[in-house]
């Protein structure tokens, strides 16, 4: 009899154990929001024990490790086709916005000053404007002194997200750009040098006067870079700035946008910033690891509150718009099942 | 010695009949174990041939033998082909062995004839600790420290100069980048040195005093008898040292992605960002998702690299052979 009730004990105290024990769950994929999901992610052991593993491989590896089930959720800066998706068995949801910033090497042009279009952009890269003293730039910077020096384009030679968003804006605002070069992870570059990483972009744009590069932007403001204007879909013309960064966010259609895939490239907001982009991750809708996949969503709707979003901020990414957030926990109720067909969540 | 042990034995000594054939167990197995070592390098060797022939077949089948002679890399439209990376493979390490054979000549003759004893080990470790510093190290080096120096001091002056001249002009074309193929062959320079030099000193101390003797015996100079004796008497282990430097050459990847500039494009000029089969791998593998027909040819780009390796090792073989026939 007693034997029975200390057993009983010891059986309710494993159960209890049992529920409050610590579930890991493992992510891996793009680097670009690496930062901000391991901020979270310590945070959020803190909070409730449960640690997240993000390993950050790149978005291409984050969608074949999440193909082949091989981690609890995938990242990607680039969108998965829908075809994919639906033969893969996932859902494809954004968590943070970022953008992608101009960042040049002149003497005497400070940052935030020099005005560019997109047009002009992608002339660059396509070779076409060769000297910083063109009709084309000089006519927008009458204030600037532009020295006749050769322009020296720089892009990422690794294949990465941010070459993805980079080129699908030079493909919404050039022509010539699109049927000559076009938009992926890694494209064949007319003109100019490759460096790996953001961090080599920049290196060697400070090493080249009259260089130009792309980066992120959270990577141009925690390194004080010389960063340009860009003109927006509007006509105006914004320097990067997080309200821009807000105001693209909220213009985009995420209603009407499949897998929310939106896209707020050359978004048509007054004083929106025109490269500007979300970061997905991958959830399988057949979790095999069904406390895992409801840690992941916990963690982040944990992300998207209040809390989270002051750390995103911290790290100059830009929040989900509120009603994107509903949207998004509407989706993981309705489409993240059990074998037996019942929500995770 | 000797009194310990027949204490040990207690001053006698056992009678041979007594001992075991031991051997007759132990020595099969280790001849059984050696053979497996030899056949495990070969079976691995075998299989890893195997898998990035395999793995990059589809690539092969899609493109053709044309791979191997399309200068396009465009991840956009998935078209594929190999030349522009086996141009700048080829380019960059040429460079590299043209650069460090001097210097490593004499580096190794200093060495081993000229240096004063007191001056040998430092320079002698100083040259092996250059092998050990890791590439990702050389890598940051070149693009902090030799890209700038090259893009500010090197560069913009013999563009001016030499890059006016009709034809030569063009291998000193081009905007000042600082990186590119010469950057990238220098880097490499540096990194295949110690071990061309390293085998020369061993080369350089084979060669018999005697000889070396009666050559300066007869009046020859310093000079005269490195080129007439010391180089004739280890030339074939000389050929073998330069491949090996080539071969090493062309495989690095870390310092290579670094400095070369990375770009898809074919030129002629030194100063041209270029890339080589092994940058492309590092630069391209992790966007490459399973079953793209981008992976497959990254994987057959691979395998063309185990076969340019195979050719530049079995030709120093077929070298170092005729030498000693």
């Not at chain 1, 000297?131 to 384009?153: E, H, M, R």
């Not at chain 1, 982040?300 to 830009?318: N, P, Q, S, V």
């Not at chain 2, 054979?101 to 430092?122: D, H, N, V, Y």
Request: hydrophobic share 50%; charged share 15%.
């Amino acid at each position: 009899m007693k034997l029975t009730t200390a057993l009983g004990a010891i059986a309710v105290a494993t159960l209890m154990a049992g529920s409050a024990q610590a579930v890991d769950f493992n992510g891996a994929g793009a680097s670009f929001p690496a930062p901000v999901y391991q901020s979270w992610g310590a945070k959020y052991k803190e909070k409730t024990g449960n640690a997240l593993n993000y390993q950050s491989i790149g978005s291409g590896g984050g969608q074949n490790q999440i193909i082949n089930r091989t981690v609890d959720f995938g990242a990607s800066d680039a969108v998965m086709p829908s075809e994919k998706l639906a033969s893969a068995k996932l859902l494809q949801f954004p968590t943070v916005i970022g953008s992608v910033v101009a960042t040049v090497n002149l003497e005497g042009v400070e940052t935030k000053k020099l005005k560019l279009t997109g047009a002009i952009l992608a002339d660059i890269y396509l070779g076409k404007i060769t000297k910083w003293d063109d009709a084309a730039i000089t006519k927008l910077n009458p204030d600037i002194k532009l020295p006749s020096q050769a322009v020296v384009p720089v892009y990422r030679s690794d294949s990465s997200g941010t070459t993805a968003i980079f080129t699908g804006y030079l493909n919404e605002v050039s022509a010539d750009w699109k049927s000559k070069v076009g938009s992926a992870t890694s494209v064949q570059w007319p003109v100019g040098a490759g460096a790996k990483g953001n961090e080599g972009v920049t290196g060697t744009v400070k090493n080249t006067k009259g260089g130009i590069g792309y980066v992120e932007y959270i990577y141009a403001s925690a390194n004080n870079l010389v960063v340009t204007q860009l003109q927006n879909k509007a006509g105006k013309f914004v320097a990067p700035e997080v309200a821009g960064f807000q105001a693209a966010a909220a213009s985009a259609d995420w209603k009407g946008a499949k897998d929310f895939a939106a896209s707020m490239i050359n978004a048509p907001a007054e004083n929106a910033w025109p490269i500007v982009s979300p970061t997905y991750v991958l959830l399988p809708k057949d979790p095999k690891n069904i406390e895992a996949s409801r840690e992941t969503m916990k963690f982040f709707l944990w992300a998207y509150t209040k809390e989270g979003a002051e750390i995103a901020e911290k790290l100059h990414y830009i929040p989900l718009p509120a009603d994107v957030v509903k949207q998004v926990e509407e989706a993981f109720k309705a489409e993240i099942k059990t074998p037996d067909g019942k929500p995770v969540l | 010695m000797d009194a310990t042990m027949d204490t040990r034995g207690g001053g006698q000594i056992e009678p041979i009949t007594k001992a075991k054939a031991t051997g007759a167990v132990s020595d099969p197995i280790f001849i059984a174990l050696l053979w497996a070592s030899g056949i495990f390098v070969l079976l691995l060797l075998g299989l890893i041939i195997a898998q990035l022939f395999m793995g990059g077949l589809p690539a092969l089948q899609h493109f053709g033998l044309d791979f191997i002679w399309t200068a396009n890399w465009n991840p956009v439209t998935e078209n594929y082909g190999a030349l522009v990376m086996i141009y700048g493979t080829l380019f960059s390490a040429v460079i590299a062995v043209v650069v460090a054979l001097p210097l490593s000549f004499g580096i190794a003759f200093f060495l081993t004839e000229i240096c004063p004893q007191a001056f040998k080990r430092p320079i002698g470790v100083a040259v092996q600790l250059l092998a050990a510093v890791p590439s990702i190290i050389y890598g940051m080096w070149g693009f902090f420290v030799i890209v700038p120096l090259m893009a500010a001091y090197v560069q913009p002056p013999l563009i001016e100069t030499l890059g006016q001249v009709p034809i030569l002009g063009l291998l000193f074309s081009g905007p000042p980048l600082g990186s590119g193929m010469l950057t990238a062959g220098l880097i490499l320079a540096v990194m295949i040195l110690p071990f061309i030099t390293a085998m020369f000193v061993e080369t350089l101390e084979s060669v018999p005093p005697m000889l070396k003797e009666s050559a300066y015996g007869v009046g020859g100079t310093t000079y005269e008898v490195y080129k007439n004796v010391s180089i004739p008497y280890g030339r074939t282990a000389m050929v073998g040292a330069i491949m090996l430097g080539l071969g090493r050459a062309l495989g690095e990847t870390m310092a290579v992605t670094f400095v070369i500039g990375n770009a898809t494009r074919l030129s002629a000029s030194l100063f041209a960002p270029g890339a080589t089969i092994a940058s492309t791998i590092a630069n391209e593998f992790p966007e490459a998702p399973i079953g793209s027909l981008k992976l497959t040819s990254l994987l057959q780009l691979g395998f063309i690299l185990f076969v340019i390796s195979f050719i530049v090792l079995a030709l120093s073989r077929a070298l170092v052979r005729s030498r000693l026939d």
